[in-house]
């Protein structure tokens, strides 16, 4: 009885506790009520809902005239509902070896698909499903619609199973030519950083751009996603859906690019390295280059190999994945962009300003020799013969190397030779760098790279980069090459290089002279230079997008870059044009242009032979047309082609060819 007392304090303070919590209650219920639309919306954020993202209608990829390259269709796609799979005994496996077995399809593969990507237990990927866990998971992707039919026309046996399309990425032009695979680019799932970066236009799962037009453009292209808010039950399986906003579909881009031309240049760059396999030659790779030169944008840009890109409208195994990133042909590399080589004799056009800055008289005739010494080294002249004393005018048209080869002397002795430092004041080097060799055009393609104008400080740097291996290898040689002769130059050059690789030689300047050695640039630059010359030095700037159109068809101009000036020293920029329309007539590219209409449509160009060790000559022709009014610029390398005058000028003129006729209407 003595206890009763306590008892009853400790079952009072208990009532109180529980009349207070009842008061809280009362007055959160009363809050909610008198709540507004914001406070509903946190409500909807309670722990059982979740938000998934509804992806938008992605812009399309247009020509200039509106002709679709990239576009968008309607894939069919069979979802199963993962409540369906977390409510079966047996986790939906019956379920799923049913699906596959009405679609042909290996259960495996299916059963693969339900697991969430990093979840535990999951398949690995590609298998495994990367996207959200509160949609019904695609199983299969890219069904056919009369497969589908055996799931549509029995429905009980196939619960939470449904047949659904997706928007998907098509690309018409391709069945014909002229989809311009490489700078259109392609799609694939975004990853966590690009999620991250995205300010909530990307969710997990999505599709984003990953190279080409697609990738550059992708935050206009993209649109910005819907929201789906969903209840879930405590095994996270989607019950209900709470509310829905509708997506914003993305831009339509229209681009410079021209599907007729475009179609023509990816023709006859197939065309032509067929030819030249033909005759023996690896031609194992290759890019073709049209710019405009009244706006300065890519009307066609086709590079080899090539793939279709269709290929990233569905499902991509990882055996293809693999065909289409590995090994030395890849097909995703831009070769008009996005590989740096030598030009060849194409940079003759750059050396002859850069000579008349060293105070070369363009009036004076030059000898054309075979051969010129430096030293105790012999240059040889590659893609001609001797002609004797020949003016400037001919020493381009006949691409004499040896007259080159004199002014580089020269140069490099009035630098101070072996012992110069310091590339400023250089001629040679500092025209090729206003020409704006050695930089990205600016180009609004991702994956363009710099090239390379080599100099005094370059070369120090590299020795200073690579010396150590240098002089491993001067030490062992190169066990691994069964070629004697190669792995004997090799080693040799290697112990020049540990000795005295940081020194820049005459034959250093010889080599940059003709757009050898060391000297990289890409085709779109070349393009570029050419553009320059054509136009007085008014450097045209490379572009491809020209306007962003909305679904109801509001347009905006995308800004054009504006042209820029050269200084191309007087007299050798008329010299230079006059020289390369008789190259096309009479000089090393006058074969391959036999048959064209030159007076309809004249041209004037330039043909390049890059020498390559262990390998076949590259083929260069870098061009304009037509000379009376420049228009277009055509450049052309095929590596492994042999001349430029066999292989890449022949590409040019089928290309000229269809412009001419494109431009008659």
């Not at 300003?353 to 075979?370: F, K, M, N, Q």
Request: proline share 6%; hydrophobic share 35%.
């Amino acid at each position: 009885m003595r206890r009763a007392p306590h008892l009853q304090v400790r079952m009072l303070g208990l009532l109180t506790v529980l009349a207070l919590l009842a008061a809280l209650l009362v007055g959160r219920l009363g809050q909610l009520q008198a709540s507004g639309p914001d406070e509903a919306a946190g409500a909807a954020a309670a722990p059982d809902t979740r938000t998934v993202a509804v992806p938008a209608l992605r812009g399309r990829i247009l020509d200039r005239d509106g002709v679709p390259i990239a576009d968008n269709d309607r894939r069919t796609d069979v979802t199963i509902d993962r409540r369906v799979l977390a409510d079966s005994d047996d986790g939906g496996r019956a379920l799923v070896r049913r699906v596959a077995e009405a679609l042909d399809r290996p259960v495996d593969e299916l059963w693969a698909r339900t697991t969430l990507c990093g979840a535990p237990g999951a398949a690995d990927p590609p298998r495994c499903w990367p996207g959200s866990a509160y949609v019904p998971v695609p199983v299969v992707e890219g069904v056919a619609k009369t497969e589908a039919l055996a799931l549509t026309e029995t429905p009980e046996r196939y619960p939470g199973v449904q047949v659904v399309t997706s928007p998907v990425r098509s690309y018409p032009r391709i069945a014909g030519g002229g989809g311009a695979p490489q700078t259109i680019g392609y799609l694939t799932r975004a990853d966590a950083e690009t999620v991250a970066e995205s300010d909530g236009t990307l969710a997990e799962g999505d599709l984003a751009g990953a190279a080409g037009l697609e990738q550059h453009y992708d935050e206009e292209l993209r649109g910005r996603p819907g929201q789906r808010v969903v209840r879930v039950d405590g095994r996270g399986v989607v019950v209900e859906e709470v509310s829905r906003t509708a997506a914003q579909p993305g831009r339509d881009l229209v681009t410079t690019l021209d599907v007729g031309v475009q179609r023509a240049a990816e023709r006859a760059l197939a065309d032509g390295m067929a030819d030249a396999q033909d005759r023996d030659r690896p031609a194992t790779s290759g890019g073709a280059v049209v710019l405009d030169l009244a706006e300065g944008g890519v009307v066609a840009s086709a590079s080899r190999p090539t793939y279709d890109p269709a290929v990233w409208s569905g499902p991509v195994t990882q055996e293809r994945y693999e065909q289409l990133t590995s090994g030395g042909d890849n097909p995703l590399v831009d070769r008009v962009l996005g590989v740096a080589q030598p030009p060849a004799s194409t940079f003759k056009a750059v050396t002859l300003p850069g000579a008349v800055r060293a105070g070369v008289d363009l009036e004076r005739p030059v000898p054309c020799t075979a051969s010129y010494r430096i030293g105790d080294r012999e240059f040889r002249n590659f893609e001609s013969r001797a002609y004797g004393t020949i003016s400037w005018h001919q020493a381009l048209v006949v691409s004499c190397d040896t007259v080159f080869y004199r002014v580089a002397e020269q140069v490099w002795r009035d630098q101070g030779g072996i012992d110069a430092e310091s590339d400023h004041g250089d001629p040679l080097i500092e025209t090729a760098r206003s020409f704006g060799l050695g930089e990205a055009t600016g180009v609004d393609l991702p994956g363009e790279v710099d090239g390379r104008i080599p100099g005094r400080e370059w070369k120090r740097e590299y020795w200073e980069q690579t010396k150590d291996e240098a002089c491993a290898r001067a030490e062992d040689g190169y066990p691994g090459i069964d070629d004697e002769s190669r792995a004997d130059y090799l080693t040799r050059l290697a112990e020049e290089t540990c000795r005295r690789g940081y020194r820049y030689q005459p034959g250093d300047e010889v080599n940059l002279s003709i757009g050898q050695g060391d000297v990289t640039t890409t085709l779109l630059q070349m393009a570029q230079v050419y553009g320059t010359i054509a136009r007085a030095g008014s450097e045209p700037q490379p572009h491809l997008g020209d306007a962003l159109v909305t679904v109801d068809g509001q347009q905006e101009e995308l800004p054009a870059p504006e042209p820029e000036q050269v200084d191309i020293p007087e007299g050798s920029g008329a010299l230079i044009r006059d020289a390369l329309a008789d190259v096309v007539t009479e000089g090393t590219a006058a074969s391959a242009f036999a048959d064209a209409d030159l007076p309809a449509w004249s041209v004037a160009g330039k043909t390049g032979t890059a020498e390559v060790f262990g390998e076949e000559d590259t083929s260069w022709f870098v061009s304009w047309g037509p000379t009376s009014d420049p228009r277009y610029v055509v450049a052309v390398v095929v590596d492994e082609g042999g001349t430029g005058g066999s292989t890449a000028a022949g590409i040019a003129a089928d290309i000229h060819e269809h412009l001419a006729a494109h431009e008659r209407g």
